[in-house]
């Protein structure tokens, strides 16, 4: 009777290991095959970077953590709805472009609720923090404005190197433009005390890399990568000229 329990708490065990097991498939799943979905997560991780940069409080980290689940939930029910109409229907279908279309404007929804959140916390949290975070960072040479923008540019040159994909000036797997406008929203960001600015310098940077998706010159995912590149360059390069400043 004691080796019947030990097996089927044993066999449960196994059960509940292997349930995990398939979910975590899934997520791996979505990230690897649905761009999307390694978007979303790539924000993500920027998205709570700053949480702990510009200090807020607990609650609103709360309301950003549940944004951020339910949209990469929403968007791994978007793939499952794809793989089964894909599994079921084998031609185009009215319904299940329908489904499709449906289940994609959740993630829509969703993102745009999370994208309002985010707005509304992190607009409160520069208005009362803010101050000090740029006050931090508002003495930093004249000359680095330049040598930020030269590094972006031999970083991405590098990073088309690596991945053998286009020249220096057009087309490749990291966008050069956007890695450069975005290198010089940051410097607006972090030279300049007033959200505002920093608001308007994004939006024109976010403007530079549409216009390279616009004109099939970039993908998605790799003006995104150019716009990280540039922004990281110009916080890590902020760091290195000013060492002793603590956020």
Request: net charge positive; charged share 10%; with cysteine.
């Amino acid at each position: 009777m004691q080796f019947r329990c030990r097996g089927r708490i044993r066999s449960k065990m196994e059960r509940f290991i292997r349930s995990f097991n398939h979910a975590f498939d899934g997520i791996i799943y979505a990230v690897r095959t649905q761009p999307n979905m390694r978007t979303h997560l790539i924000i993500s991780a920027l998205v709570l970077l700053t949480t702990l940069v510009l200090r807020i409080d607990r609650i609103y980290v709360i309301a950003i953590v549940l944004c951020i689940a339910l949209v990469v939930s929403l968007e791994l029910v978007n793939t499952a709805i794809e793989s089964l109409v894909d599994l079921l229907i084998a031609t185009h279908h009215p319904l299940a472009k329908t489904a499709k279309d449906a289940a994609a404007g959740a993630v829509l929804v969703g993102s745009i609720s999370a994208a309002v959140v985010g707005y509304l916390v992190f607009y409160q949290s520069l208005v009362n923090n803010g101050g000090t975070v740029f006050g931090a960072i508002s003495s930093v040479p004249s000359n680095v404005a330049l040598i930020v923008l030269a590094i972006s540019a031999i970083a991405t040159i590098f990073a088309k190197s690596f991945f053998r994909r286009g020249s220096a000036l057009q087309g490749g797997a990291v966008s050069g433009h956007a890695a450069l406008a975005f290198a010089a929203a940051t410097l607006i960001a972090l030279l300049y005390a007033r959200p505002l600015a920093a608001l308007l310098g994004y939006f024109v940077a976010f403007l530079v890399a549409q216009s390279r998706v616009e004109g099939r010159i970039h993908s998605s995912l790799e003006v995104l990568w150019g716009a990280i590149l540039g922004t990281l360059v110009a916080l890590l390069l902020y760091v290195l000229v000013r060492p002793h400043v603590v956020l």
